[in-house]
């Protein structure tokens, strides 16, 4: 019933700029707190920034200064602004996003299919 869609992932110099996407699609009660995690290959998944509904902020501790994460609500899109991106920045990054689908039902956790992002010279 929700379908996360992320874009803007790509390959870039160290200190170099992306903003990431996340486009929410479906139909729902409500969309709560919209997260980026990021994952490499042979390690977990971690989360790196989350919007709650009421706009307050997270990070983790390895991008707090460079990333900045923002929210549209008219269009139900959430925005990962990476600057002075480095090495270890590269990753899948996956946008999440915890929904209700009605009033009295719960709370569920949605995924995006994920966006390379690759820092490199």
């Known amino acids: 019933q929700v ?8 390959l870039v110099q160290p200190g ?12 729902w009660f409500m969309l709560y707190s919209m997260h980026w995690y990021r ?3 042979g390690k977990q998944r971690e989360l790196v920034a989350t919007i709650t509904l ?3 902020t997270d990070y983790v501790d390895s991008v707090k200064g460079r990333f900045t994460i923002s929210r549209d609500y008219d269009k139900n899109t959430v ?3 990476m600057n002075s991106l480095k090495p270890e920045d590269t990753a899948v990054y996956y946008c999440n996003a ?3 689908l009605s009033a009295y039902g719960p709370l569920s956790a949605y995924w995006g299919q ?3 992002v690759t820092v490199s010279s």
């Not at 170099?16 to 139909?27: E, I, N, P, V, Y």
């Open 54 to 56: 009421g706009g307050n």
């Open 3 to 10: 379908q996360l869609v992320e874009s803007g992932g790509g």
């Open 114 to 116: 994920g966006t390379q």
């Open 39 to 41: 994952q490499v290959p």
């Open 98 to 100: 915890d929904v209700k």
């Open 79 to 81: 925005y990962l602004q």
């Open 16 to 27: 170099g700029s992306l903003r990431l996407s996340c486009a929410a699609s479906g139909s």
